[in-house]
């Protein structure tokens, strides 16, 4: 078995797949529309599928806002440098809701970004254990 993808509902499919894309560097996968059922779905990742888990997003046609429930935390991603890439982020139009730092009750050190839609993005600095 392995992990293939994580779906996130978006409200505007192109400002989500220009987010994960040109501000997070991730890559366009493919998208397909399905007329009948009134969605689309794009999947974005920093590789091909079969090499690793990606982003599935989805568009149901006519619904442009999504609440979000309490269960829900975030997608994490590691980096080199936190605090380096929220300044990249930030200079790409992304919002950094939490400065690179230590965590909490910890030396591990992360920093959050926020997508369109409002879903958190963890960047974790080094090997994420």
Sequence with gaps: MRMLHTMLRVGNLDRSIAFYTEVLGMRLLRKHEYPDG???????GYQDEKDGAVLELTYNWGVDSYEQGTAYGH???EVPD???AC??????GGKVVREAGPMKHGTTVIAFVEDPDGYKVELIEGKAC
Excluded: G, S
Aim: aromatic letters at 10%.
């Design 38 to 44: 009134k969605f689309t779905l794009a999947f974005v």
């Design 75 to 77: 997608i994490a991603l």
């Design 82 to 84: 936190a605090k380096k």
């Design 87 to 92: 300044d990249e982020i930030r200079a790409r």
